[in-house]
C-alpha cells in the first residue's frame, strides 16, 4: 500500500484508554475548492507587468552573457516565474515551445509555488507574444493562453537563491562548502565541462565524476555560494542546487574542516534539560569533554570496573554515544539550523580498555546488573523522566561456536529480569529473585544482535558463482544475549551503495543491495526451533565494498556510518554494523519517551516494532528461492524474513505520528493471568478492547483491501533455575496472546473460543487451534506466539474489517502456574497493545472518527516540533 508523504504525519498517535466506549463516528464533509485561474479585471495591465519582468531579465542576462567569454557564453537565461496565492502555474505550458522547465518550488506557508525556466534568446519574442495573446479572447469569448497566463504573478531573472532546493535556508553566499549541481543536458550537453573549466581557472575544488541521475548529471564543486553564482551566466547553468547528499563530502574532507563542521554544530546544539529522557551508554566509556557530547551528558559517566574511570579509550562508548543522542549523526552536520535535543545521555563503562567482556558469563551478567544499578543511583542530581538502555556488546556462547541456540543463558536471563523490574542476584548456575516483578519498575533494554567478523567472499558464494552475503548471515546465529525475551534486539540493514571516486576502488561495488540486510548482520534463519524470533528491528549498518574480481571486502567509511570520535583531535569517526543499528535505535526510542512520555517501557518497545516496515528488497529476498528449492508456504516466507529482518526499519517521523490514513491507536493495561480456584491454578482474567472503529468510513470503502496492524508486548519473569532455562516454554512466567473477533462471530461465541484457546495453551504446549480468520493474518498464530512481543498483519475487505472492531488479550500458561507459585498467582502484569488501521487511499481520513470518538481534538500534534535534529531528513517509506 502507498505510503502517504511526510507532510500527512502530523497527528499523534491516540492513546486509547480501557474504558473508551465505542460511538459512531462523525462524517465529515468535504469542502470545495476555489476556481482555477486567477480572474483579472485589467488584463492589459496584467500582460504588460509579465512582459515587462521577462524584457528586465533578458536584458540583465544580455550583459552578463557579454561579460562572459565566448566559448562558455549561453543561448538563453533562466527566469523564475512566481505564481498568484493558491494558484498553480501549468507547467506543463512552462516546458514547451521551446521552453525548459528547470524545477518548481511548491507552495508554502511564507511563498508561493514558483518555476525555474530556461528560455534560449531566440525564444523570448514568441514567449513574449503568448503573454501578450492573454489580452485578446478566443471564438469563445475567453482569455487567450489563460491557463499559461492568468496565474502568473511575476517574472524575474533566476538568482543561485532561487535554484537552491532544500528547506533550510541558504547557506552564507561568502563560506567556502561543498554544493551539489543538478545540471539538465537539454540546456546546455557541454555543462559539466564548463563547469571544471571554470573550477580550474578559479582554483574550485570540484568531483572528478558526474552522477548520472535519471535525465540530470550531478556533480560536485565545493568553492563559495558568491562565487558559484557565476555559473548562472554560463553554458554550465545548474538546473538545481543543493547540499551534498553523498558521504564522501564527509569523509574526504581534511582534519581541520571536519573539526569546524563540530565546532559548527557544537554552537548550534539547544540541549534537553537534566530531567528529560536519556539513553544510558553501556559500553567502553565515553569521551566526556567532546564537544558535541558533553552538553547533553550532565556528568552522568560512570564505570563498573575497579580502579577504572569512567573515561574511552576505546572509542567504541564514544561512538554509540554520538549515534544515541542525534539519531542520523550525518544530518546534523549537514543540517543548517538550531539542532533541538528532545533527550539526553548517561554512560556506564561495563568493558575493560581491551575492548572485550570479561570471559566468564557470570561476569557479564554482574557488571550488566551493576551498570543497570549504577545508573539509577545516579550522581543526586535530577534522574531522567526515562531511560534507554543500550548495550552494542554480545559475545558467542562458547569458544569454537557459532551464536547462541535460542536457548536462554545467564546474561540473557539477566536480562530479562531487569527489564522486568526485578532486581537480581547472580549465582554460578542460576539467578535468583528479589521479590516479585514490579511494573512500575520495568526497564527498556536495547541489544545488538551480533555481528559477522572476518567475513571473506568464498564464504558468501552461491553454486553459480556470484557473491550473496545472506548465505552467511542466514548460517550466523545471533549472539549471546541477544536472545534475551524482553529487549529489543537490533540487527542491521543499509542502504548505503556510493563507492569512493579513486583510482584504488575503480570497479568496485557495493555488496549489499541498497533497503537490504547489512552484511555485518547474524539473523535467527538458522534457529528453526527455538523460543524467540530475533532481530526484532533492523537500522542503519552501513555496507561493504568488493573488488571487481570479488576477492577483497572493504567495509570503507563511505559505506559507513559518521559518528562522534574520542580522541579530542580527531572529532569524527565512521563506525558500522548492529552496533551502529542499536544506539539510533535507542535514539529513536528516546524520541518516542519525548513525545509520549506516558508510556512504559514495553510500550516504547512495541512502538519500535510496530511502525517498523520492510523495505522492497527484504521482502523480495525473503521469496527468494533456490532453484529446485522446494516451494515455501506463506507462513514459512514471513517467518524467514521476520528472522533476517524483524519487522524492518522504524522511522522517527511514524514513531512520532499518524497519518490520516494510517492511525495507531495504543493501548497500556493491567491483567491478571493466573487465581486459585478450588485449589487449582487457572487463568483468571482475558480482556476484551472495544476499539473506537470508524464504522461509517470503512463500510463506504466495502471490497477495498485495508490493512490492520496489531503488536503486543510484556515482561516475562525468568525462571531463576537452571533446568528452567532448558525448556523451551518454561522459561517465561506466563504468556499472552491477542485474538480478534470474527465478522460473523457474536460477542459471546468470541469469548468462548477464547476460553476454549487459553485452557488449549494453558500448559504451554498447545498450537493455536485453527479458526477460519487465521488465513487472513500474514504471520499467523503459530508462527507470532514466540518471546514477549508478538505482532502481525491482517488483511482483507474494509466491510469484513468493520465486523471485526474487539480485540482480546488473554493469558496462556508459564512457570508461575504450572510451578503454582503462591507468590505469583494473583499478580497482575502489564501490557502493551498496538492497532493501526491502514487504507490505501491517501485521501481516505480514518483519524478524525477515531480522535473524535476519543475526545481528541483534531490539530497538529503538540509533539510534532519535538525533533531530536532540526529538519531530519524523511527516510524512504514502504508499504507493509
Known sequence: MPEPDSSARLSPHLIVPWEAATFTPRSEAAGGSGPDLVQHTDRQGHADALVDGLETARREATQLMQQTPEDRQPDGFAVRIEAARDHPLSLERLDASGLTLMSSHPQTENSQQDALVWIPFDKVASFTQRIADFTDNTPGGNPKQALLVANMEQVQRALLEHLWQERQDLPPLDEERWWELWFDPRISPTAVATLRSLAEERRWRVSERAIHVGERLVAHVATTGNELAFLLATNGCPAEIRSPTFAEGLYAVDREFRVGLVKDLAARIEPAAPESPAVCILDTGIAQEHALLKPAL??????????????DRIGHGTQMAGLALFGDFAAALESQGPVVLGHGLESVKILNDAHTPDPSPRSCAETTANAVATAEIGNGGPAPSGRVFSMAVTRQSGEGENGVDGTATLWSATLDALAAGTDVIVRDDRIELIGAPDPEASRL?????????????????????????????DLSRI?????????????????????PDSALFRGYRALAAPGALSPFSRTSVALTNAAITKPDIVLEGGNMLVAPDDSILDAHDLVSVATTHHDPA???????????????????????????PGLRPETVRALLVHEAQWTPAMVEQGL????GAPKLAKGDVMRQVIRRYGWGMPTAERIRSSASNAVTMIVQNTL???????????????????LPWPLEQLRDLAETTVDLRVTLAYMIEPNPGRRGMLGRYSYASHGLRFAIKGSTESSDSFQRRLAEQAEHESDGLGNPRAFESNSRWLVGPRARNLGSLHADIWRGSAAELADCGTLAVYPVGGWWKANRRNDRIGLPVSYALLVSLRTPEVSTDLYTPIATQLGVSIGVAPHAQTEIVDGIPIQMEFGW
Open 479 to 499: 549472539e549471546e544475549p541477544a536472545q534475551a525475551h524482553n529487549v529489543l534486539t537490533v540487527g542491521a540493514c543499509t542502504h548505503m551503495d556510493a563507492v
Open 298 to 311: 550532565h556528568e552522568r559517566a560512570y564505570s563498573v570496573l575497579p580502579g577504572s574511570t569512567p573515561a
Open 570 to 596: 580527531r572529532q569524527l569517526t565512521w563506525t558500522n554494523a548492529t552496533s551502529a543499528a542499536t544506539a539510533q535505535a535507542a535514539a529513536l526510542a528516546a524520541t518516542a519517551m519525548s513525545a509520549y
Open 672 to 690: 491478571v493471568p493466573y487465581k486459585v480456584k478450588g485449589g487449582q491454578v487457572r487463568l483468571a482474567e482475558l480482556k476484551l478492547h472495544e
Open 624 to 627: 527468494f528461492k533456490k532453484t
Open 445 to 473: 533494554i536495547i541489544v545488538s544482535a551480533g555481528n559477522i567478523r572476518g567475513a571473506v567472499p568464498h564464504q558468501m558464494r552461491r553454486d553459480d558463482g556470484t557473491l550473496d552475503p545472506l548465505l552467511l548471515s
